[in-house]
């Protein structure tokens, strides 16, 4: 069976957080081979993956035992996706949609549960600028400007989903689901090179969880061997 995936990076150079299905793998953002740093089809769900083995992260090894608590920040009956922590740890944005709809929007809330706001009605996969008081997000690769309210639109096609930043924020990564191809580009969508694109057997084999990580490499997780 295959397995729910997610990676996530903290705001260093090494994720916190990786688990696979039938792949994750390292590319560098530039384009290149991809690294599968993990793969075994044959595990069980009931068997545990250790993410030091794929990736260091002195994030994970100076936590010991003990695990941290868990606070819930909201609780408004909505389904919430995508959590992204600002490059201050103090605000999160995410995509939220209510259990009668497939429509996203996006909602900013600080990381103490205060301040709940929805800044798009319409959007999905928000992340926020490293540097500046921005956040990306799509369908399609558009840019919100958290001070104006006013939209950029970098990528209007539907068919780019999942844009992220570069650490530094000039530039962005998407994925081209439509022709299965990952993209980069400067961040007013000029320059834009093809970086990586995959041949899926069916319509349930994809790559997604995009993410930049500080040594200028991309991180996705695979439903398909590449």
Known sequence: DKITAAAKFGLGAAPLVISVSLGAYVLQSFGGVADEVYKDVSKKLSESFDAEKAIESDDMSTRGNELPEVVQL???????????????????????????????????????????????????TPQFHPIEN??????????????????????????????????????????????NTLYVMNRDGTNRKKIFSYTPADAFEYVSNLKWGHNNKLLFLSLIHI
């Open 134 to 179: 921005k956040i990306v997000f799509g369908p399609g690769v558009r840019i919100l400007d958290l001070e104006t309210k006013e939209v950029e639109y970098i990528e209007n096609t539907l068919n780019f989903i999942e844009p992220i930043w570069s650490p530094d924020g000039e530039k962005i990564a998407a994925h081209d689901i439509f022709n």
């Open 74 to 124: 909201t609780n408004d009956g909505y389904i919430e996706e995508n959590p992204q922590l600002n490059s201050n740890g103090n605000r999160i944005v995410y995509s939220f949609r209510s259990k009668d709809s497939s429509e996203y929007g996006i909602r900013i809330v600080n990381a103490d549960g205060s301040g709940l706001e929805t800044v798009l009605d319409t959007g999905s």
